[in-house]
């Protein structure tokens, strides 16, 4: 069975990608490289002994996109391909709209022509807003985002639900991921951010190799148990297996799906701190700011239902995250 990954040498990407092969499956990547690079073909090839066919295109550049469909019998389609930067996003909006509708309806539209009735999507917890009560549950309401990214994936996922109300042979899965971290345990593959990280595991582990002096908290009087935001990370291997069991589920014709895939758990920034140091012996200095604007105070999910309907559920802790996070950045100091 061969699966489209679309943005499959990013972060999230790649990692599935390896976890395709590892399950049989044949993996066939389109990335236009925008945040990645091109080795990570190589990396995924030395971790499973298979390399994946891949073509740098952009999603949103028809004519090359179809290529693909026209070379490759594609039966399922994982679609990664997107800007992502909540903070860029509001700076450039226009980008962030026009990247990320035009090559997900490019990609429905040659998904269609070519008879390919199977997709995965990467939404994001972004989509329930600010959230009224946690754990969050799928059936919680999709709320208007506070940012153009998040809006991306309240309309994507909008655009999803009626494509398939239109098509009865659409199988769509809307996979809500919380917060991913970690890397892969050889230290091939992990998170690759230009400039400075914005995300707080990426933040860390260059405070950790000396890169960055000190970790800035961003606030601590949230009403939380120390004042600290806490949040889901789901290690981002866990996050790959989900892809695999959700093409599992699809092939038995669902129409329209939606996980949250978390681990359930909610994680202060000063525990993550407390984790790391733990689970690397490197001291992480901080200190306390002002709150940013656009954080929430909690934010973790609920997975049961994927746990139920997928047999899946995140398995390594919080720990193997802090570990492997370490790991890629001290064998990748300056990314891949
Ligand atoms: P990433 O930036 O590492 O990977 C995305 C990949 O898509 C990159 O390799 C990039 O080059 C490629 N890309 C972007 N636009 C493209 C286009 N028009 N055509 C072809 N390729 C294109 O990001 P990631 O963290 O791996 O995220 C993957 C997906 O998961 C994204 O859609 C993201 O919004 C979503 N997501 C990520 C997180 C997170 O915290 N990392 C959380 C929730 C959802
Ligand atoms: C986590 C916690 C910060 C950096 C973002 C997107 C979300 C999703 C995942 C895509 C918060 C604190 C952080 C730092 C800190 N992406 N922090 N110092 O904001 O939960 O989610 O990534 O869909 O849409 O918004 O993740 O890692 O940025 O922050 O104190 O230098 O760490 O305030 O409490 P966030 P994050």
């Known amino acids: 069975m061969r699966i489209l990954v679309t943005g499959g040498t990013g972060f999230i990407g790649s990692e599935t990608v390896v976890e395709l092969i590892k399950n049989g499956y044949e ?22 002994g298979v390399k994946p ?11 090359a996109f179809e290529e693909v469909f ?28 026009s990247n990320n509708l035009i090559s ?3 990609l429905l539209k040659l998904m269609k022509k070519y008879g390919v009735h199977n997709i995965v999507f990467s939404s994001s917890a972004t989509v329930y807003g ?15 985002a506070t940012n153009p990214y998040g809006e991306t994936k309240v309309m994507i996922e909008r655009i999803l639900e009626d494509a398939c109300k239109a098509d009865k042979e659409l199988n769509a899965a809307l996979l809500r991921y919380f917060n991913p971290i970690g890397a892969h345990p050889s230290g091939l593959l992990g998170e690759d951010p230009n400039g400075i990280p914005n995300n707080l595991m990426p933040y860390i582990t260059q405070v950790a190799i000396g890169k960055l002096d000190h ?31 959700t093409i599992k589920k699809l092939l038995s014709n669902p129409g329209l799906v939606v996980y949250n895939l978390g681990t359930g758990k909610g994680t202060s920034v000063l525990e993550m ?18 709150i940013r604007a656009g954080d929430v105070a909690e934010n973790y999910a609920n997975c049961d239902k994927a746990y139920k309907e997928l047999g899946w559920k995140a398995e390594l802790t919080v720990l193997d995250a802090c570990r492997d996070a370490y790991n890629f950045q001290k064998k990748n100091p300056n990314g891949i």
């Open 53 to 63: 066919v891949f073509y740098q295109a952009d999603c949103c550049d028809y004519a």
């Open 70 to 97: 026209k070379k490759e019998k594609i039966d399922a389609v994982i679609h990664f391909a997107g800007l992502k930067a909540v903070g860029e996003s509001v700076h450039k909006p226009v980008e962030y709209y």
């Open 215 to 245: 970790l800035r908290v961003y606030g601590d009087t949230y009403p939380t148990p120390d004042g600290t935001g806490i949040r889901d990370y789901i290690h981002v291997v866990d996050l790959a297996k989900g892809h695999v069991a």
């Open 27 to 48: 993996a066939v990547i389109v990335d236009n490289l925008s945040n990645s690079k091109e080795a990570v073909v190589d990396r995924i090839e030395t971790i499973t």
């Open 104 to 106: 997900t309806c490019n």
């Open 273 to 290: 701190v407390k984790a790391f140091e733990e689970a690397t012996g490197v001291h992480i200095p901080y200190t306390i700011e002002g």
């Open 130 to 144: 600010v959230p009224k009560h946690v754990p969050l549950y799928e059936t919680d309401p999709v709320e208007s």
